[in-house]
């Protein structure tokens, strides 16, 4: 993949190229929505859910005047214009636009539209598993909505780093909510569980794909809280998300998960999730 080539507002160019405003609000303020979607083998996987997830961020934000479907072309064109014909990452970005600074929406504001491909770097290796934290939520009460406006994400992922782990699992009010940048499950008394969805987690595309595949393979799944205090028994836990699939988690807050290796319905879906990238309606 030679990622030479992005996309801004309607034209085809190299990323040095680019031109976005010092006024664009999604500079400012973070005023804007973004996605990030795999490919596998030249394809997009799971676009549509991702585009219908982009959708709903924009209409409760009151930007206007995007075609999400021509976004998703445009992130096809790009594969194929920077060759990625294997595995690759596409992140969009829509802003509300430039205007003059002021906190309330302008008027007549033509949103910014940014696309670029970027290689896919693995994020933890499944066969080992990876190492997590547990970190106080301090976050906005719109998670739901996948905003570009991430910097406690990004304060929390750091503290995990700094701490040796890969994650860092938000906890409000005694409950294990979901990754900065992951869905949580764990499996208790041999059912998987992760928590509702609600205006305090993102709607992952890969947690409703994880979810779905519990039934398939006949696996006990809710959606239903995951107290801080039961993690010390569960069986598992693992991570799902575009960036990672399906991710066995080793070991939180320094203890051990389990007995410390990757468990077998994490492994199970895992297959069960790679095998579903080959199929063009993973849903």
Same mark, same amino acid.
């Given at each position: 993949?030679?990622?030479?080539?992005?996309?801004?507002?309607?034209?085809?160019?190299?990323?040095?190229?680019?031109?976005?405003?010092?006024?664009?609000?999604?500079?400012?303020?973070?005023?804007? @929505?973004?996605?990030?979607? #795999?490919?596998?083998?030249? #394809?997009?996987?799971?676009? !549509?859910?991702?585009?219908?997830r $982009?959708?709903?961020? &924009?209409?409760?934000?009151?930007?206007?005047?995007?075609?999400v479907? #021509?976004?998703?072309?445009? +992130?096809e064109?790009?594969?194929?214009?920077?060759?990625?014909d294997?595995? =690759?990452?596409?992140?969009?970005?829509?802003?509300?636009?430039?205007?003059?600074? $002021?906190?309330a929406?302008? =008027?007549?504001?033509?949103?910014?539209v940014? +696309?670029?491909? $970027?290689?896919?770097?693995?994020?933890?290796?499944?066969?080992?598993?990876?190492?997590v934290?547990?970190?106080?939520?301090?976050?906005?009460?719109?998670?739901?909505? *996948?905003?570009i406006?991430?910097?406690?994400?990004?304060?929390a992922?750091?503290?995990?780093?700094?701490?040796?782990?890969?994650? +860092?699992?938000? @906890?409000?009010?005694?409950v294990?909510?979901?990754?900065?940048?992951?869905?949580?499950?764990?499996?208790?008394d041999?059912?998987?569980?992760?928590?509702?969805?609600?205006?305090?987690?993102?709607?992952?595309?890969?947690?409703?794909?994880?979810? *779905?595949?519990?039934?398939?393979?006949?696996?006990?799944?809710?959606?239903?809280?995951?107290?801080?205090?039961? &993690?010390?028994?569960?069986?598992? &836990?693992?991570? =799902?998300?575009?960036?990672?699939?399906? $991710?066995?988690?080793? !070991?939180?807050?320094?203890?051990?998960?389990?007995?410390?290796?990757p468990?077998?319905? +994490? #492994?199970?879906?895992?297959?069960?999730?790679?095998?579903?990238?080959?199929?063009?309606?993973?849903?």
């Amino acid at each position: 993949m030679t990622n030479t080539i992005a996309y801004c507002n309607g034209r085809f160019l190299p990323p040095e190229e680019i031109r976005i405003s010092p006024d664009d609000r999604g500079f400012l303020f973070g005023d804007g @929505v973004y996605e990030v979607i #795999r490919s596998y083998g030249g #394809r997009l996987f799971a676009l !549509q859910p991702h585009l219908a997830r $982009m959708a709903d961020g &924009l209409r409760a934000l009151r930007i206007d005047d995007v075609d999400v479907n #021509r976004v998703g072309t445009v +992130a096809e064109q790009l594969l194929a214009k920077n060759g990625a014909d294997r595995e =690759a990452l596409v992140y969009i970005q829509v802003t509300r636009g430039a205007a003059p600074r $002021m906190h309330a929406f302008p =008027a007549d504001t033509t949103p910014t539209v940014f +696309a670029r491909v $970027m290689p896919f770097v693995p994020k933890g290796d499944p066969r080992t598993g990876v190492s997590v934290i547990t970190v106080p939520e301090l976050r906005w009460a719109r998670c739901d909505i *996948k905003s570009i406006a991430l910097l406690p994400n990004c304060l929390a992922n750091q503290r995990a780093r700094d701490a040796g782990a890969q994650e +860092a699992i938000f @906890v409000r009010d005694g409950v294990a909510i979901e990754g900065t940048a992951t869905t949580f499950f764990a499996v208790l008394d041999g059912k998987v569980r992760t928590a509702p969805e609600s205006n305090y987690i993102l709607p992952g595309v890969t947690r409703r794909i994880v979810l *779905k595949l519990c039934v398939e393979l006949g696996i006990p799944s809710a959606e239903k809280p995951i107290f801080v205090e039961e &993690l010390g028994r569960v069986q598992e &836990l693992f991570l =799902a998300g575009t960036t990672v699939e399906v $991710m066995p988690i080793v !070991q939180i807050d320094g203890r051990a998960v389990g007995e410390g290796s990757p468990g077998p319905i +994490a #492994r199970r879906l895992l297959e069960a999730f790679r095998s579903r990238t080959m199929t063009p309606t993973p849903l």
